[in-house]
């Protein structure tokens, strides 16, 4: 099968072997998989995961109790077995595989092994344009599921990128008070479109005064700034995920007494739920699209300045 696969570089590879299922998983034919950040930090060393890229997809089963029908799937196998799995954080298992990320082969291939367990119906009047993006808006839920927050509260999100975007259109159904502060006055008028306030991110006072702040820049200036802008006792959600160590002075996250939230992967049915009813809009978000042969061009410019989402069609319409 054709695969884009990552060693020490990213090639496209046209005779890559079929993956082999555990009892636990199916096999999904990919039809659309999308790039993201993840993906980029991926090709610069985080996590030094070699093998097949791609979490963000959608398919048809090729086996198991969904058989023929269109699919998206979780990104975490989980063993359900060990004592993380049973108190219920199966994301957290300890001996979990992670599609395209961690000791598992991922989607931007013909083929992706997946447990069952993690598979979704996708719902007719989805299409694959759409629920391709079912993995990053459920990681976007993620925030509310974690932290509970009220009409007043008053939300920052950092960063007006991919994951930006769909965090502030979560939130924006949530709180009365969001800000989206971003680098790009074209990313930013798309989110003003959708009525969500928006700032440059050199016009913002650094005023100490938001309850929450999402970081959700993709960079290791993200939390130094969410610092800047978070009130005493309130809280920064770190959605980002950086190749590297980052170093800061940590004595203001004392003083101040901030939390700092983690936030990962969320609720599949939350998302799927949301872009069928039309909750989110993902339509403005889709910059370009290349074949899966095309990949690594495809990478690239997924890093370009100015690019949201990056497609690859995989399968042949
Ligand atoms: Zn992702
Ligand atoms: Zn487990």
Known sequence: MRALVLTDQVCYDAARPEPLCDRNEV???VSVAGICETDLQLVKGYMGFRGVLGHEFVGIARSGP???????????????DCETCRRGFPTHCPHRTVLGILNHDGAFADLIAVPQKNLHLVPDELPDDVAVFTEPVAAAYQIPAQLPLARADRVIVLGDGRLGNLCAQ????????????????????????????????????????????VDATGSDSGLPTA????????????KTTVAGAQTMAWAPVVIDEITVMGSRCGPFDRALS???????????????????SSGVEALEHARTKGVLKVLLDIAPE
């Open 27 to 29: 096999l999904v034919g």
């Open 66 to 80: 969904y058989e023929g029908r269109r699919v998206v799937g979780e990104i975490n196998c989980s063993c359900w």
């Open 170 to 213: 979560v939130l924006a159904g949530i709180t009365d008070h969001l800000l989206v502060v971003g680098k790009h006055p074209e990313k930013l008028a798309l989110l003003a479109s959708q009525g969500i306030d928006t700032a440059m991110l050199s016009d913002v006072e650094r005023s100490r005064a938001a309850d929450v702040v």
């Open 227 to 238: 610092l800047e802008l978070v009130r005493p006792r309130g809280t920064v959600v770190l």
């Open 274 to 292: 949301a872009l069928a009813g039309g909750e989110i809009d993902v339509s403005g978000l889709i910059s370009a699209r290349f074949e899966l």
